[in-house]
């Protein structure tokens, strides 16, 4: 995994999956309805530890990733939060720079020493051969979970202020700028090894605004994290950028980017993968489908992509509905690659 990241090719390319460790996993499920509440399960390293090497267990990937939130950064601030059943989640919403004082820095890493205490305990736990990745989610992600309290179809709210109050919006930007580059380095210094940037709605921007809230905060994160840690490649995976991605590949300053399931490989292969390693991108569907869809897929990502620096993944997370041995079959003919059949 760290060889791909930093530009070399390997007779296969690694290979981790985005929700690796999750409901689709039977052992998940049991600990989960042990364990109480998944944001329980986030902040008790002892659980969080054994989730995150579930997956190992049966797949042996090439990475582990912590198992934790994106959204534990806004609560760490003090933004009340709740996972509801069925529901996914739910802030209070933050929509006006007088709502940002209800936020705070003060516990910032108290409120997190869980996680840190779970990535200590994972870099001696998991296999040598393995690649722990820390994560956080893109401030402008953040950003649109915080303001609209929950998940969303049109981000209206988020948008609204964006793009009337820029500079008032530019206050929490710039809050989740700098604690998200000091959450991703006080990470690595606990033991990950690569950090990974998730942008979920990235693609719900047009062009402008693209670069003004997820280029621009990305980029100074990745500049943060450089100065602190040279070494440590910086995953950016910018969902639905679109015809953005180059702009995204040239202007942020990641090490790698991470492809969604809409990206033509060929494209990538010419347009992004000339100038930095990419990850990505089966359908996660696809793997939920399985058979002789889900070989030809994953065959043609490993032609198209694999011959140059690349590690596999999906184009976004695992769905619960995906049989355990779909993704056993899947795990096979990565490493049996290139030598099929
Ligand atoms: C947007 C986002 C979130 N969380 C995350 C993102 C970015 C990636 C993406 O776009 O999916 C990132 C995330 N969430 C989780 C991880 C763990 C590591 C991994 O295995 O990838 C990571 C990296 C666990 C999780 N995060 C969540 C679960 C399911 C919790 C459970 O009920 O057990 C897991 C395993 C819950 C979650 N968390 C989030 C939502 C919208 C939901 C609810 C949706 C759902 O119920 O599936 C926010």
Redesign the pocket.
């Known amino acids: 995994m760290l060889a791909a990241l930093t530009g070399e090719v390997r007779s296969r390319p690694p290979f981790w999956l985005?929700?690796?460790?999750?409901?689709y996993l039977p052992e998940y499920r049991e600990l989960?309805a042990k364990a109480g509440s998944?944001l329980d399960m986030c902040y008790n390293p002892d659980h969080a530890v054994e989730v995150t090497l579930q997956p190992l267990r049966r797949y042996d990937m090439d990475a582990a990733?912590?198992?934790?939130?994106?959204?534990v950064v806004p609560h760490a601030l003090g933004q009340p939060l709740a996972?509801l059943e069925g529901e996914?989640?739910k802030l209070d919403p933050v929509r006006s720079v007088d709502d940002l004082k209800r936020l705070s820095r003060d516990r910032f890493h108290e409120r997190l020493e869980p996680v840190y205490e779970t990535v200590r305990r994972l870099s001696s736990a998991i296999p040598a051969h393995t690649t722990l990745i820390g994560?956080a989610?893109a401030p402008w992600?953040i950003a649109c979970y915080m303001v609209e309290g929950a998940?969303s179809k049109e981000y209206a709210h988020v948008k609204r202020w964006a793009y009337g109050d820029p500079a008032g919006f530019g206050a929490l930007m710039d809050l989740l700028v700098e604690v998200t580059a000091d959450y991703l380095c006080t990470q690595i210094e606990a033991g990950a090894e690569v950090v990974q940037l998730?942008d979920?709605w990235a693609g719900v921007l047009p062009a402008g605004e693209f670069r003004r809230w997820v280029i621009e905060p990305t980029r100074r994160i990745v500049d943060l994290i450089k100065a602190r840690h040279p070494a440590i490649p910086v995953i950016g995976f910018p969902?639905g950028a679109g015809l953005s991605y180059e702009e995204y590949v040239t202007g942020s300053g990641v090490d790698a980017v991470g492809l969604d399931t809409t990206v033509p490989v060929a494209w990538a292969a010419g347009n992004l993968q000339s100038r930095l390693p990419v990850q990505g991108n089966l359908d996660p569907i696809m793997l939920a489908a399985g058979g002789e869809a889900l070989r030809n897929a994953a065959s043609e990502i490993l032609e198209t992509l694999a011959g140059r620096p690349f590690v596999f993944n999906l184009g976004?997370?695992v769905i619960?509905t995906t049989p355990p041995e779909h993704v056993a079959e899947l795990a096979r003919l990565i490493k049996d690659w290139p030598n099929r059949g």
């Open positions: 985005m929700r690796q460790a999750g409901r989960r998944f990733i912590l198992f934790s939130d994106i959204l996972f996914g989640p994560f989610g992600t998940g998730f979920s969902r976004h997370g619960q």
